[in-house]
């Protein structure tokens, strides 16, 4: 059997083309692997928890006898420390459990330190 002549340039042509396609889409285009979209759903999904979770963390906040002091003290702590405050005084633990979630501490104390009283 004899191969024509222009099957070699035809090979050549489409793994330059899906090569060059492959670039531009993961580029430009905006294509990613099964992982990173994976990574980019979690992510997506923790701050929207996080949003949620915020009015929770303010009210149980609201609950204390002293909370103008608490607020006092929250606003007067270095910025970084405030969310570790927020953390301590176990405001920030999702509903059923022990553990405080950092993001919604740091989130907590961003919407406290607007808030006044």
């Known amino acids: 059997m004899e191969i024509p002549p222009w099957t070699k340039p035809g090979i050549w042509g489409a793994v330059i083309g899906a090569v060059a396609i492959s670039i531009v889409g993961f580029s ?12 980019m759903g979690k992510q997506r999904a923790d701050a ?15 609950q204390q006898a002293d909370v103008s002091d608490k607020l006092k003290q929250m606003k007067a702590a270095q910025s970084w420390d405030q969310s570790s405050f927020i953390e ?20 907590c104390a961003e919407a406290l330190g607007k808030l006044t009283l």
Do not use: Y
């Open 28 to 39: 430009w285009l905006g294509w990613v692997r099964g992982s990173t979209a994976e990574q």
């Open 48 to 62: 929207a928890v996080v949003s949620a979770l915020v009015p929770l963390c303010i009210d149980r906040f609201k």
């Open 88 to 107: 301590k005084g176990g405001w920030a633990n999702n509903p059923g459990e022990a553990n405080p979630n950092s993001g919604l501490a740091r989130a």
